[in-house]
């Protein structure tokens, strides 16, 4: 249903926007956002304290089926490894590199709820 569709990517789109401003609020300096590489794509690339954090966002309107970090499986991890080597390539990134996953419950300001898993994952060989 294109519908649902266009709903849950829109969610998605508004969770990140969150997630970005959690991160400034924290003394994070974005360095992009939604950055793709093929058909994979970095949700947002971020600095702090001279680490490159690459942060997987995962957008629920409520948790009653499962947690969102829950919904990052091995599969999401290898795609995100793939694009994050490329990303770091392309960058020359020379800095201690940690993965983080944002979790939002919510769907709109006065309803939401942030949980931020700092090094989530590892790096896995893809």
């Known amino acids: 249903n294109n519908r649902i569709m266009a709903a849950h990517n829109e969610l998605g789109r508004w969770g ?3 997630a970005a401003e959690y991160l400034q609020q924290k ?5 992009h956002r939604d950055w ?3 058909r994979r794509d970095l949700d947002i690339v971020a600095f702090k304290d001279d ?3 690459i ?5 629920r309107a409520d948790a009653y089926i499962m947690a969102p970090e829950m919904a990052v ?3 999401k991890v290898r795609s995100i490894m793939v694009a994050a080597n490329a990303y770091i390539k392309l960058y020359r990134i020379d800095k201690d590199i940690r993965f983080d996953i944002i979790s939002i419950v919510g ?3 006065n309803d939401i709820s942030i949980n931020h898993i700092e ?3 590892l790096p896995i060989p893809y």
Do not use: M
């Not at 003394?27 to 360095?31: D, K, R, S």
């Not at 942060?55 to 957008?59: F, P, S």
């Open 107 to 109: 769907s709109n300001e």
């Open 16 to 18: 990140e926007i969150k």
């Open 119 to 121: 090094d989530a994952f």
């Open 73 to 75: 499986d091995r599969q």
């Open 27 to 31: 003394g994070y300096v974005i360095l």
């Open 55 to 59: 942060v997987e966002v995962k957008t």
């Open 36 to 38: 793709k590489y093929k």
């Open 51 to 53: 680490t490159c954090v």
